[in-house]
Structure formats: C-alpha cells, structure tokens
C-alpha cells in the first residue's frame, strides 16, 4: 500500500478541534480523517490524534510479476483535465500521477506532494514536493511543473475543464488568475485563493487532475506517455481493450512500494453484465470494474468474491420545477408520498445499499442532521394529485438505459402506479441523455459520492448554479447554505443543516431512494484491488498474491 | 403458503387459460364441420401442418383477446419479496389478488405470466398491423409496376431496391433513435405510408363500382371518411375524436418496420404480375375494354392471393421478430412494455440462475413465429392442390 | 457481358450515393451533433460548450456542403490556431499543421474515408481491422451453414411427405423461427455457463478441464480462433441462416424429383442413391445457390446481434458502436461497405444463376 513520509509539521488548529469532535462522537472518523488530512495533517498522524494507529498494509505478500485482465470500458481518450469518466483516468494512472489521492478510509495522502499545510483560515496554501521524482522521459519534477498544472487546470475556454470550476478560487475570469500561485523555490509553491476553501487540495485527487508534463499538448495522454509513474501503455483500442506494461526504462520514485505487476490488460466488454459474466466464466478476465444488482452475488457464485465501498453515491429522482406540472409543490409532495424508499431499494437495486431520505444528505456526512423523511401515503398522494386536477395527466419519469438506474425508476414509476397515479417511463440511450439532461421535467441522474454533505447542494441545488438540474431556486436555501459554508464545525453546521433539509423536504425538491454501495468482483489472489469509492483503479499498487 | 407443486402449477395455468381453450374448441369444431365450404381456409383442415400452425396462432390470438381476463396480476406492478421468485411462488402479499406468480417473477418482481400474456396483445397488436400495412404499400406499387412497366417500373424498382441494400439494422439505428423522433421525419414518412392503404382501398371500390355511381360514392365515402379519419390519427396524432392515436415511439418503430417491409413486399408483387398479366384472362378483361385498375385490382390480385396469403403468414412471423431485435438493442418499443423481445432482452441476462424469467417469453415468441410459419406451409401446401 | 457488367456497376454507385446521402442526413440533424459533441467533449458540457465545439471542428456549415467535403468535391474546412497553424479536415486527415501544406479537398474522391470519432482513428483502418473479423466469422458461418442446410434440404426433399421429411421440415422451420437473441442466450446457458447446463456435468464426470465447455465471449478469437470460443456465435448465426436455405433447397428437390427423367432414371432401375446423387442434384442446387448469395446481406444482422452479444468486435459490432455514439464517418464507411456487399451478392447470384443455368443468357 502507500506509504509516504511526511515531515513533522505543527498541526493545524482546526484538526485538533476536529479531533476532539470525533472523539466525542459528533465527527464521524471518515470525515476527521478527511478534513484533517486536506488541511495538510499527515494521515498517522490524524489517526494519532484520535489514538488509533494508521492501518498497515494487509498480511498477505504481494509477489512481483504476472498479468491482471480487468473489465473496464476504454474510451476515446483526451486532455486529462476534461476527462468525464474515472475509466479515461484509471487507464493512465500508471504513469500520470496525481498531487494527493483519495483513499478509502476517507484520508487524503500526499503522492507527488510530500506534503501541504494551510495557514488558519484556509486561504494560503504551502505545498511540499515530493523530491527524486522524475518524469519518464528523464526531466526532473519541479514546482513550474505544477504551477503549469494548475494554470492548465484554471483555464475554463476548454470545452469541458471540470477543472476550471473545481479551482474556481485560484482562478479569475476564466483564467489562472495572477499571483495565485507563488513558486517559492524548486520543490515549494504557495497557493493565494481568494476566499477560503477546504476542499482545494481534496479536488486534486479527483481524477480529472492528473499531473501532465510541459510538453503535452492537449490531446491524447496515450500517444505520448510522459508522466511520473512505474507504467506505460502498449496498446489502446476504444471500445475494445487497452494494455499497460511495467516501464523498463524508468526508475519510479516510489520503487519497491507497488509496480507489482508485469502487465494490465482492461478489457472493453461493452455495458452487458451478462456478456463480463460469460468472460469470467470463461476465465477471460479476473477483476470487474463496477458490478452492480444481482450481479454481485452472481460473480461470487463463480468464484470472484465482492470487494464493498459505502458511499454517498445515489440516484437523484428529480423534478425540474421550472416546468409545469412540477413548479407545482403539491404535486412533487405527492409523488415523493407516493414513494415508498425502501421497497425501491429492495426491488430497484436489491438491498445493497441503505435508504435515503429524499433531501441528499447522507448519514455518513459530517453535518447530516437527523430530521426524517416524507411520509409514505399513497392514498393521500392520489387525493393530493386529484385535487390538483391531475387525476388524467399522464406523468413521464426519463431515465438513462443503464441497467440499475432504468431499474430504480422503474421501480419508482412501480410505486406511483400502483398509488393509482398515471405513469409512463421513458428510456433514453447513454448518448442521448445528456442533451437534455438539465431539462427533463421528471428524471433521473447519478451522483457520486462528495466527503462534504454541502458539497453536492452547492453543485446541484443553489440558484443558477450550471448542474441545478432541479430548478431549484430558493433564497433562503441559497442564504443558509452560504451560512453553513462558512462553518468549520459540523455541530454548529448541523443546526443549519437541519434547515436546509427541511426546506429540500417541503419543496419536494426529489425523491431520493438511496445510498448505493458499490462493489467490484475480483479473483481472492488479487491484493490491494478493494473496490474504491470514486471508482478508483490504482493498479500501480495491485498485486498477486 | 408453500410454492405449488409441477402437476398443481400446470392445472392452474390450464385453468386460467380457460377462455382460450373454449375459443379454440369452437372454432375447430366449427372449421371442420363446415370445411366443404369455406373455400382456402377450410382445405387448411386437411392437413395437419396446417391444423397444428392454426392452433397455435390462434392460441396467441385468443390470448390476446382475452388478455384481461387471464392475468393474474397488473403486468407493471411490483410485488416487495418476488424478485426473481421462482415459478408457482406464492405472493408475500396478494392483498386480495391472485396468490401464486404462476410462472414466477422477474427481476423487477413483476409476475412473468401476465406479462407474457399481456406481451402477445403488444405483440399481435403492431406485427400484423405492420405487415397489412406493408402489403398495401406492396401491392398498391407493385401491380402498376408490373403490368404497366416502363419508366414507372424502372423508377419503383430502383427505389425499392435502394432501401433493400441497406442493411436492416443501420435503418433501424439511424431511424429509430430518440432525435429522429423529435423531427418531423417519422411524422412525413407516416404521412406517406398511411395514405397508401386509403388510397388503395379507394381505387379498389373506385374500380369495381365505377359503373355504378351510387354504391361507389357510398362504398368509396365510407372509406374516405374512416380511412381519413385514421390517417389523421395515426399519422399526424390530429384526430379530433381522439380514437385513433400513436404515441410518437410506437410511430416510429412502425414506420420503420412497414418500411423495411414494403420493398420486398413490391417484388413479389411485381414479379406475379409479370406472370399473371400473360394470361387469357387478363388478355379478355383487356378486350372487354376494363381500366388498368379494374384488371390489376380485381383480376390479377385476387389470382395471385395464394402466394401472397403465405408470405403474409411468414412476414407477421418475420416482423415479431424483427421487433424483437429492436428489443434487444433497446431501441423503440417502451420501458415496462411486457412485449417479447424487451422481456427476452431484460431476462436473458439472469437466464444462467434465474431462466423462467427470460424462457416464458422466448417460447412465446417462437411458438408464434413457428406456428405461423407451419401455418404459411400448410396454406402453400393446400393451395398447390389446385 | 461487359454492358451487362458496367449496368450494374452504375448502379451500384447510384445506389451508395443515394444511401450514403440518407445516412449523412440522418446522423447530421441539430440534435445527433449535439449528441456527438457531448460524447466528445465532455456529458454534461453546456449548450454554449457544445456550440463552440461544433463550431470549432467544422460542424457548423451547411449540411451539403459537408457532405460535399466527405465526397471530396467541396474544399475541406480551414480555421487558423493562435500560433499560426492551421486546423481543418484535410489538416487534420493528412497530419499537417503548417498552412498551405494540406489539400483543399479530402474526400472520398481523394482516398480519404475520414477519422473515426468514436474510436480516434482513421475509418479505412478501422473498417478493415473489423471486416477482417467479421469475414473469418462468415467463413466459419458458411462452412457450417451450407452443408448443413443442403443436407437437410436434401434428405427431406427426396422423399416428399416421409417421416424423414416431417421430421427434418419441422426442424427447419423451428431453426427459422429461432432468432439469434433467443438462440444466442440459450446456447450460453447450456454449453458456457458453470452452473446450468452441460458444463458443470462434464466437470463433475471429469470430462472437461476448464470450468465451462464453451466460451461465452469471443473476445479471445481476435487473437486466435479456436473451436471452443467460436463454436456459440458461430452456431447462433448459422442456425437461424439455415432454415431458410433448407426449406428453398427442399421445395427445390421435390419439384426435381418429380420430374420426367428422374422417373425415366428410376424405371430403368438406377439406384435410388445414384438418382438423387447424379441427376437431382445439380438441378437442385440451382435454387439454393442464389437463396445462400442473396442469404449473405441478411446475416448481416444477425452478425450485429452475434457480434454484440459474444462482444467479438468485427464489423457488426462496429457498425452497432458507430450508430450508438453517432460516429458520422464510420457510419458512413460502414454504409457504403454493407451497399456493396448487398449488390455484389446480388450479382454473384445473378452471375451464378446463369452459369448454373444453360437455359439462360445474359443479355
């Protein structure tokens, strides 16, 4: 596993307090150990201030050499930083690296930093390289590099930067904005955000922030290689496969900690389960990238064991209340009544996962203020909708034609049918569903799992924000959530969330299920391979046991 | 309550299939004492190809006639605990319902049997439909094509041809896709293909009744106005008594059926035209004086019925399939639709651990096609007796 | 002959134009584009991105204008870069950034079948590396099916109404009304799953080695075919092929066999295998040869279904590909392919109908 050294720095004052809060119960630990590490405390180090002592790497001894054949979708590759699908990143993982990472145990660890501190309020930010890192082509690994990066990162006239919004503190009028970053020497760089963020060290562990070379181009990371780590490419075929063998020419930085394996093989299988099964049966492959319903169990039953991650990840079934029948809240209280959760988790996703409760905060957040749900009624949800003079109306429930979801709404479409409300389903095909995405009055979008419960209603629900696909605009949510914002503790964070909450549950802003698990099935002599709750695929440190 | 035995769940299933097995009784039994004298269809009972396919097209058709009578269950609704229940399963909860999944639940835990009942009314509902329509489009190009000739056949080869190059399934990628149906082009195409079988019908009335004025302005009013009416319904969704209607989906995986169908549907038209229209007959209705219309309508059409009465059966057994394969694709038809190919598609993926699910419908599917197609067989086989 | 040829040849292009034409219009509609630039640059891009992308690559003008580009005929778009470079079709086609150093025109008419969007390489490279696939899957196909089909074509046809004819008969139809989707799936979970069907009996009885008898995915015969991971598809597609071909082969023997000189052959007491080998089938096999020629276009779909369900990436598979992610070009190339196949098959039958045939000539 990863194990970094980090230097002895004085603790931030907030992780004490942080500290203190898991302790008393009020923190949960993924989250101390979350914030506490972005704000620059090293991860045994935050597992020293609850008196714990950091996981160590598992008993058994990976062996070095031997071939691992994974199933994962191969796309068309591009620049990094537009990168839409963790599968685009998990291909390149073996030679561009990131800054930190994001691990399961809610830390983040520092990879080509050695490591971060932030001055009291979160504004400035010192970052520690790691040094001896070279890139492949035998350049040395300097501050410029990042500082390069990041000026990439801030540049939000391309198409598609996730970056760009992710930096938006760094960044002015679409464009790093000047004196942001400050290179103190060859290995330090100073960050100057323009108002405080927490989570701008975590946002360069998601995976659109790899760290590329000078010399890339913008256009294809396959074709020319350059980057830090142990791997590089032989062949990549979209929509096919795609191999990755031990670079031979390269000394790794982190030589003897990973770089276990000779050879990747990621096999492109399509979006069938049936057809990865068939595979795994055949002995084809030995890992699935993200197995999802009845196939969990299925992949056991032939010999590949589950590997689990509980995540904030779920299905938003919303409405879009700019559009008629929707802006009306008695229709949207209605159809949520008409919902029961459970039974759409039972039938729609097979129990692997825990119930949510219609207002997109999740019991594993930090500030999830315990505040109930909508009441299942469905009797009254018709009475609400015939009083709304829709007794007639057919309602559309959109979803795309990926097999959990079209299965959860149509579970959800199940259950308002059977409330004797009029319901049809909709499916549209992948590529098809994101042109209209924002607008569908009635449908359905994944979100992934964010380590901050303000983090997702930032994005999805405040007034005008780009992915507001709720038309949600409410000045009083818009006023609390700033509120809460500004907030470092998540027990004075919780009575304002409680607020928020509520005001999602009384506008019936959606109907959200649940809390998916997520899983991966893999053969039991695979090491180190645990499925990752950002979908993360670091095969530098996968291993045969 | 325990799961039904085997001996128990097929006496339920026979039972509740009751309707159809009385339809079928009578009307075999009916068939076969009046068989001397109702032509064609009587000569089927002759022949026992003929007589099996029967039954069982008739099986589906009665099924689909009495759908609602026989379901156990509504085909959309979900039961908590039937996930993937196996056959004869009793319902956790019927709550006054029907208390066995007959065949089982699917992995929606939606009950398999009434899906697949209801499934073969979605199904008999667009296939034949599809295929009458084709025919009409067939008949109507390719008679003129063929007795007339000249340029007005070059032209209606080339372009039939044209759509027969292309490969079935790159049509149905291309026009049946989401985008398309925003666009105005499944409405056009519907204004055209639907106009086809009005038009047919009318210079078919038109041609017969010609000399008398009377009953042809009534026969062919008649026609203008119900034909009309539906054209305005199914194409362009503007019925003003709201009977007819297509949702744009549904349209639009018809147009592309009919169309893929019509072309082949012209060739063999054209081609017993080309035989027929030598024959001593059509030469005497020539020198009677008879219009073109009168003669390919009525002179030809009804000595070239044989062939095209069997390719019909095939072509139903034909266009369930192909809706099938817009099934697998998971193109057109819609979600939650029990129709076959969409049940097949969403089961065959558990088929290794769960195969009810997947199994009931395929048999369908194929007792259909295959009985259609024994039925086409036992038709061609009677009527070379001639 | 030769006018008879170029007739047809001129057909033929006619043909693919008008076809190519209806599929660069179908995929072209403002909201295919729209799909296009999402799946390239980025889901959940915004509509203002989307504009800049199209615009950027060269999407914006007039649909037959572009059309004109792909033929070759209209000159390739042109846009200068900040630095001084040049993007545009025939830059990008040819890899050359300096202005001036591309064609204007690249096309069709040129050579260039264009760049693939969804797989990132050129179309011509692509189409050939699937082809390649799809024809040793079509070899296999017909060297199963063709045999099979004139077996039980013939055996059923020579004698008309015996019990070997109903048997055989039925099972052609059944064959026919088995669609590659219901075929497919159930050979699967008979020969290649391990825990139905016959593969966990064979391990239990120490027969097989491996898990399962078959594989249920074909990925690994792109590198190297063998009988166990190609028999399903290769089965799935020949089944359904062969009933047809069966039932024409034995319409087609029992009309011969009712003839005038096969009854002279049997009164002068030829035997009855001498019969049916040395006169009834080589007029028997006339009918079924322009059947298995004009048979070849139809299995194209049944190749799509195959290649989609066993993930064997060939041209079905590719052709499926291109259509769910709106990749104009391949699909365009892949059109123009599947035009040719159709006609070229349909003049290998005309052709091979009058060789087989001396009654007739070309004119």
């Given at each position: 596993m990863?194990r970094?050294?980090s230097?002895?720095?004085p ?6 307090l942080?500290a ?8 949960s630990?993924?989250?101390?150990l ?7 405390v090293a ?7 609850l008196?714990?002592v950091?996981p160590?790497?598992?008993a058994?001894?990976?062996q070095m ?6 199933q994962?979708?191969?796309k068309?590759q ?5 990168w ?7 291909v390149?993982?073996g030679w561009l690296?990131y ?5 399961r145990?809610?830390?983040v660890q520092?990879v080509?930093?050695?490591s971060w501190?932030a001055n ?5 930010y ?7 890192v070279t ?12 500082a390069?990066?990041i000026?990439?990162?801030c540049d939000?006239?391309v198409?598609g930067?996730?970056?760009a919004?992710?930096?938006s ?13 400050e290179?103190v020497d060859d290995l330090t760089?100073r960050?100057h ?9 975590v946002n360069?562990?998601?995976y659109p922030?790899?760290?590329?070379h000078p010399?890339?181009t913008?256009d294809d990371?396959v074709?020319?290689p350059?980057?830090?780590g142990?791997?590089?490419?032989v062949s990549?075929d979209?929509g096919?496969?795609a ?11 982190n030589e003897?900690?990973?770089a276990y394996?000779?050879r990747?093989?990621?096999l492109?299988l399509?979006?069938?389960p ?5 595979a795994a049966?055949?002995g084809e492959i ?6 999802t319903g ?12 589950k ?7 779920t299905?938003a079934?919303r409405f879009n209340?700019t ?6 809240v008695?229709v ?8 029961n959760n ?9 129990d692997?996962g825990?119930?949510?409760e ?7 957040h930090?500030?999830y ?5 909508t009441s299942?009624?469905p009797?009254a ?7 709304e003079?829709?007794?007639d109306?057919e309602f559309?429930l959109?979803s795309?034609?990926?097999n959990?979801?079209?299965?959860t709404c149509d579970s ?8 004797g409300?009029?319901?049809k389903r ?10 209209d995405?924002l ?5 359905s ?15 999805a629900y ?5 992915w507001?696909?709720a038309?949600?605009?409410n000045?009083?949510?818009d006023?609390l959530l700033?509120?809460a914002?500004g ?5 004075a964070?919780?009575?304002v969330m409680?607020?928020i909450?509520?005001i ?11 809390w998916r698990?997520l899983y ?8 180190n391979a645990?499925m990752?709750?950002?979908f ?5 440190h996968y291993?045969l046991s | 309550?325990d799961?039904?035995s ?5 006496g ?10 009385v339809?079928?009784v009578?009307?075999?039994a009916?068939s ?6 109702l032509g064609l269809?009587?000569r089927?009972?002759e022949s ?7 039954a ?8 689909a006639?009495?759908a609602?009578?026989i379901i156990?269950h509504d085909p959309?609704?979900?039961f908590s ?9 009793p319902?956790?909860?019927?709550a006054g319902?029907?208390a066995y999944?007959?065949l ?6 939606r009950?398999?049997?009434?899906r697949m ?10 296939a034949p439909?599809a295929a009458m329509?084709?025919f009409?489009?067939?008949?109507s190009?390719?008679l003129p094509?063929?007795?007339i ?18 490969p079935?399934?790159?049509?149905f990628?291309l026009?049946v896709?989401?985008?398309i ?10 204004g055209?293909l639907?106009l086809?079988p009005?038009?047919f019908?009318t210079?078919l009335l038109n041609?017969?009744?010609?000399t008398?004025p009377m009953?042809?302005?009534f026969y062919?009013?008649?026609?203008l106005?119900?034909?009309?009416w539906?054209?305005?319904?199914l ?15 549904l349209?639009n995986v018809f147009?592309?059926?009919v ?5 082949t549907v012209?060739?063999i038209?054209r081609?017993?035209?080309?035989d027929i ?6 030469a005497a209705?020539q020198?009677r004086?008879?219009?073109p219309?009168?003669i390919?309508?009525w002179?030809?059409?009804p000595?070239a019925?044989?062939p095209l009465?069997?390719?019909f059966?095939l072509r139903?057994?034909?266009?369930t399939i192909?809706?099938g ?6 193109l ?6 029990p129709?076959w190919g969409?049940?097949?598609n969403?089961g065959?993926r558990l ?9 009931a419908?395929?048999v ?7 009985g259609?197609?024994l039925l086409?067989d036992?038709l ?6 001639d | ?7 047809r040849i001129?057909?033929?292009l ?5 076809l ?6 179908l995929t072209n509609i403002?909201?295919k ?10 889901s ?9 992308w199209l ?6 003008q007039p649909?037959l204008?572009r059309?004109?580009?792909?033929l070759g ?8 870069r900040?630095?001084g470079?040049m ?5 990008t ?8 150093a591309?064609p204007?025109?690249c ?5 260039y079948?264009g760049?693939?969007?969804r ?7 692509v189409?050939r ?8 899957l079509?070899l ?9 089909a004139l077996?039980?074509?013939v055996?059923?046809?020579m004698r008309e ?6 048997a055989?008969s039925?099972?052609?139809?059944a064959?026919t009304?088995t669609?590659?989707?219901v075929s497919g799936?159930?050979?699967i979970?008979?020969f290649?799953?391990s825990t ?6 064979l ?6 080695d ?8 074909a ?8 009988f166990w991971n190609?028999a399903?598809p290769?089965?799935?597609?020949a089944l359904y ?5 069966a ?5 087609s023997?029992t009309e011969?066999?009712t003839?005038?000189?096969?009854r002279?052959?049997r009164?002068?007491?030829?035997s009855?295998?001498?019969i049916?080998l040395?006169?009834?089938?080589r007029n028997a096999?006339i009918?079924?040869?322009?059947v298995?020629?004009?048979q070849?276009?139809?299995l194209?779909n049944?190749?799509?279904?195959v290649?989609v369900?066993?993930?064997?990436p060939?041209f079905g598979?590719t052709l499926?590909e291109?259509a769910?992610n709106?990749?104009?070009e391949?699909?365009l190339?892949?059109?123009v392919v599947?035009?040719?196949v159709v006609l ?5 039958s005309?052709?091979?109908y009058v060789y087989?045939n001396?009654r007739i000539?070309v004119?």
């Amino acid at each position: 596993m990863t194990r970094k050294t980090s230097k002895s720095t004085p603790l931030h004052r907030a992780a004490r307090l942080f500290a203190r809060e898991c302790k008393d119960g009020t923190l949960s630990r993924r989250e101390f150990l979350t914030r506490a590490t972005a704000l620059g405390v090293a991860a045994p180090a935050a597992y020293g201030l609850l008196g714990l002592v950091a996981p160590q790497a598992r008993a058994q001894t990976p062996q070095m050499g031997g071939t691992l054949r994974m199933q994962m979708d191969i796309k068309a590759q591009r620049d990094p930083r537009t990168w839409d699908w963790s599968e685009l990143a998990n291909v390149c993982r073996g030679w561009l690296e990131y800054l930190v990472s994001y691990e399961r145990d809610g830390t983040v660890q520092p990879v080509l930093l050695e490591s971060w501190e932030a001055n009291d309020d979160a504004t400035i930010y010192t970052l520690k390289l790691r040094s001896g890192v070279t890139w492949n082509n035998g350049d040395v690994f300097t501050a410029s590099h990042v500082a390069h990066n990041i000026e990439r990162w801030c540049d939000a006239s391309v198409e598609g930067n996730s970056m760009a919004g992710r930096m938006s503190a760094l960044s002015d009028g679409g464009k790093l904005r000047e004196g942001a970053v400050e290179i103190v020497d060859d290995l330090t760089l100073r960050l100057h955000l323009s108002s405080p963020d927490i989570s701008i060290i975590v946002n360069m562990a998601d995976y659109p922030a790899a760290v590329v070379h000078p010399s890339f181009t913008g256009d294809d990371p396959v074709a020319n290689p350059i980057g830090t780590g142990p791997y590089r490419p032989v062949s990549h075929d979209t929509g096919i496969g795609a191999v990755i063998e031990r670079n031979p020419d390269h000394t790794w930085w982190n030589e003897g900690n990973g770089a276990y394996l000779d050879r990747i093989e990621f096999l492109d299988l399509g979006t069938d389960p049936a057809a990865w099964m068939a595979a795994a049966e055949g002995g084809e492959i030995d890992m699935t990238y993200q197995t999802t319903g009845d196939f969990v169990d299925l992949f056991e039953m032939i010999g590949l064991p589950k590997s689990e991650a509980i995540t904030a990840s779920t299905l938003a079934v919303r409405f879009n209340q700019t559009q008629a029948p929707y802006d009306n809240v008695n229709v949207r209280r209605a159809l949520q009544m008409a919902v029961n959760n459970a039974i759409v988790l039972e039938l729609g996703y097979n129990d692997l996962g825990t119930v949510a409760e219609n207002h997109h905060v999740c019991p594993i957040h930090p500030e999830y203020a315990d505040i109930g749900t909508t009441s299942f009624d469905p009797e009254a949800a018709k009475a609400m909708i015939a009083a709304e003079g829709l007794a007639d109306h057919e309602f559309e429930l959109i979803s795309i034609d990926d097999n959990w979801q079209a299965a959860t709404c149509d579970s959800v479409a199940a259950q308002i049918r059977a409330a004797g409300i009029n319901i049809k389903r909709t499916i549209l095909p992948g590529a098809t569903f994101w042109n209209d995405w924002l607008n569908y009055p009635f449908s359905s979008t994944e979100w992934n799992m964010r380590p901050l419960g303000v983090q997702v209603l930032n994005l999805a629900y405040r007034s005008g924000e780009a992915w507001n696909e709720a038309g949600f605009s409410n000045a009083e949510f818009d006023a609390l959530l700033d509120e809460a914002n500004g907030i470092a503790d998540a027990d004075a964070r919780r009575e304002v969330m409680a607020k928020i909450q509520q005001i999602l549950l009384d506008e019936g802003v959606l109907i959200q299920p649940y809390w998916r698990s997520l899983y991966r099935n893999k053969r039991d002599t695979i090491l180190n391979a645990e499925m990752h709750p950002t979908f993360e695929v670091r095969y530098q440190h996968y291993a045969l046991s | 309550m325990d799961s039904l035995s085997w001996l128990d769940l097929l006496g339920r299933l026979f039972i509740q299939l009751l309707p159809v097995w009385v339809a079928l009784v009578a009307v075999f039994a009916f068939s076969i004492i009046y068989k001397r004298r109702l032509g064609l269809y009587g000569r089927l009972f002759e022949s026992t190809v003929g007589m099996i396919g029967f039954a069982l097209v008739m099986f589906w058709v009665f099924t689909a006639l009495f759908a609602t009578l026989i379901i156990t269950h509504d085909p959309l609704a979900q039961f908590s605990g039937m996930r993937n229940a196996a056959p004869g399963s009793p319902v956790r909860d019927p709550a006054g319902g029907y208390a066995y999944f007959l065949l089982g639940g699917d992995a929606l835990a939606r009950d398999v049997f009434s899906r697949m009942v209801m499934g073969a009314r979605e199904v008999l509902r667009i296939a034949p439909f599809a295929a009458m329509i084709s025919f009409m489009i067939g008949i109507s190009l390719g008679l003129p094509a063929g007795y007339i000739g000249g340029k007005l056949d070059t032209g209606l080869t080339f372009i039939a041809n044209l759509v027969l190059a292309f490969p079935v399934i790159l049509l149905f990628f291309l026009l049946v896709a989401p985008e398309i149906q925003n666009t105005a082009i499944p409405r056009v195409m519907a204004g055209i293909l639907f106009l086809m079988p009005v038009l047919f019908f009318t210079v078919l009335l038109n041609a017969r009744f010609f000399t008398q004025p009377m009953k042809r302005n009534f026969y062919v009013g008649a026609v203008l106005m119900i034909g009309l009416w539906a054209y305005s319904g199914l194409a362009f969704n503007a019925d003003p008594l709201g009977v007819w209607g297509m949702s744009p989906n549904l349209l639009n995986v018809f147009v592309a059926v009919v169309f893929v169908n019509a072309p082949t549907v012209f060739r063999i038209v054209r081609g017993i035209t080309l035989d027929i229209k030598t024959r001593d007959y059509v030469a005497a209705a020539q020198t009677r004086g008879e219009g073109p219309w009168y003669i390919m309508l009525w002179e030809i059409l009804p000595n070239a019925r044989g062939p095209l009465i069997v390719d019909f059966c095939l072509r139903i057994g034909y266009t369930t399939i192909l809706l099938g394969t817009l099934g697998f694709f998971g193109l057109g038809v819609a979600p939650e639709s029990p129709d076959w190919g969409s049940t097949i598609n969403q089961g065959r993926r558990l088929l290794t651990v769960y195969p009810h699910a997947a199994l009931a419908p395929a048999v369908a599917l194929m007792s259909l096609v295959l009985g259609l197609n024994l039925l086409a067989d036992g038709l061609r086989e009677e009527s070379l007796k001639d | 002959m030769l006018v008879f040829l170029a007739r047809r040849i001129g057909v033929m292009l006619v043909t693919a134009l008008c076809l190519t034409f209806v599929v660069f219009y179908l995929t072209n509609i403002p909201a295919k584009l729209e799909t296009l630039a999402k799946t390239q640059a980025g889901s959940r891009i915004s509509d203002s991105e989307v504009a800049s992308w199209l615009e950027r690559n060269g999407y914006n003008q007039p649909m037959l204008w572009r059309y004109g580009e792909w033929l070759g005929v209209a000159p390739g778009w042109t846009r200068a870069r900040d630095d001084g470079t040049m993007r545009g079709r025939c830059y990008t086609l040819t890899g050359l950034a300096e202005p001036g150093a591309a064609p204007t025109r690249c096309g069709l008419a040129q050579g260039y079948w264009g760049n693939s969007t969804r797989f990132r390489a050129p179309v011509s490279e692509v189409i050939r590396a699937r082809l390649g696939a799809t024809g040793w899957l079509m070899l296999w196909v017909l060297i199963v099916m063709v045999p099979m089909a004139l077996v039980v074509g013939v055996l059923a046809g020579m004698r008309e109404g015996s019990r070997t004819d109903r048997a055989l008969s039925t099972f052609a139809i059944a064959s026919t009304a088995t669609p590659e989707y219901v075929s497919g799936v159930v050979f699967i979970a008979l020969f290649a799953s391990s825990t139905v069907g016959l593969s966990p009996l064979l391990v239990s009885w120490g027969w097989i080695d491996g898990p399962v008898l078959f594989q249920g995915n074909a990925r690994s015969a792109l590198e190297r075919i063998t009988f166990w991971n190609f028999a399903l598809p290769v089965m799935t597609v020949a089944l359904y092929g062969m009933g047809y071909i069966a039932r024409i082969t034995r319409a087609s023997m029992t009309e011969v066999m009712t003839q005038q000189y096969i009854r002279t052959a049997r009164l002068k007491g030829v035997s009855f295998a001498n019969i049916v080998l040395r006169h009834a089938l080589r007029n028997a096999l006339i009918a079924p040869f322009t059947v298995i020629m004009l048979q070849i276009p139809w299995l194209l779909n049944g190749v799509v279904i195959v290649e989609v369900l066993f993930s064997y990436p060939g041209f079905g598979w590719t052709l499926f590909e291109a259509a769910a992610n709106n990749d104009i070009e391949l699909l365009l190339a892949a059109s123009v392919v599947a035009v040719l196949v159709v006609l070229i098959t349909q003049l290998i039958s005309d052709i091979g109908y009058v060789y087989l045939n001396p009654r007739i000539r070309v004119t």
